[in-house]
Structure formats: C-alpha cells, structure tokens
C-alpha cells in the first residue's frame, strides 16, 4: 500500500542510524538499485555489542543462509512484482523469504556502511526465541530454500557493478559540513 518511490522496514526494538534514509536512497540512486541493505549493530540487553553483520551481497549464499535483516533493507517500490509478497503462513524467516523473492530479480547490493542498531539481547517476545526452533527451524528453512530454488533456479541476481561508495560517501559527507 506505500505510495512512495521506496520502502524501507522498521521494528520497534530496533534503530536507524541518523541519516540511514538519507544515505541509501543516494546510494540506490547513484548506483542504479532496486534493494539495498547496510551493515547493522547487534546489541544486547545491556547494550554491549554482541557481532556485526554486513557484507557484499550474493543471492546464493543469502539462499544457504539470511544475512540481510530487513530493518537495514529497503527496495524501490516498483521492485514488487505481483507475486513478491510477506508469506503470512510463516510464523518466522518472512523477511528472508520476501527478500529472497526481491533481490533474485532486482539489481541489488550492500551498502557498506552501519545504518541499523539491532537489539538482539534476550527480553521481550522476540520471534527469533520463540518459534521454529531446533529441527522444525531446519525444516521450514529447507522448503524456503526449495521454493527459491525452484523459482530461481540459475541462482542468479542482477549483478552490481562497481559503484563507488566511498566517493558518494565523500560527497554526502561534504554536503553536511
């Protein structure tokens, strides 16, 4: 139902960066992308730094395993195709799912910048300790996997090319001074 050119995600336990919007719509436009995604900063209860998730995007290794979480991930709204949509009978991995369908026929690359503060610590309800776990989490990534491989078969993704991010990083830098 968004009626703006993009489409960003947001949970409520997580935080954008300051001027995240900003920096991958510019990054999305200078190097001619439909979805992007940025590097995030998994924190804990006490808000000590647990990892750090970010790096070049490759649609056959995110098929293996999600490395793109969607709150550092925004997609043009046009990248939408009729049949890309948020798979409701998942109770969890819906956004690895939906980004799967996106980026398999969408230019797609990282941003190499940390755009995200995601807590990862152990309150609340948290989907990720709460369903599909142990062999049924096994299970429901498999028939992911299975039905991404079906509709993508070659595994491939519109490649990007070299955008140079540092320049458009030092671009946007000067234009806050």
Avoid at 83 to 104: G, N, Q
Avoid at 140 to 167: F, K, M, Y
């Amino acid at each position: 139902m968004s009626t703006g050119d993009y489409v960003f995600y947001l949970d409520s336990d997580n935080r954008w960066h300051e001027n995240f919007l900003h920096a991958m719509i510019t990054y999305m436009n200078a190097c001619n992308l439909s979805c992007a995604y940025s590097a995030l900063d998994a924190r804990d209860d006490s808000d000590e730094r647990r990892f750090i998730r970010g790096r070049e995007f490759d649609w056959l290794l995110c098929l293996e395993g999600n490395y793109i979480d969607l709150n550092a991930f925004g997609h043009r709204t046009d990248a939408v195709g009729a049949h890309d949509y948020f798979d409701e009978d998942l109770k969890r991995l819906v956004d690895w799912d939906f980004i799967l369908s996106l980026t398999a026929k969408n230019r797609t690359a990282y941003a190499p910048f940390m755009g995200v503060i995601y807590y990862c610590g152990d309150g609340g309800e948290r989907i990720t300790l709460t369903q599909y776990q142990g062999a049924e989490l096994e299970n429901v990534q498999e028939i992911i996997r299975a039905r991404h491989r079906r509709l993508n078969p070659t595994g491939r993704s519109e490649p990007s090319d070299g955008c140079n991010w540092q320049a458009l990083l030092d671009d946007y830098l000067a234009s806050c001074e």
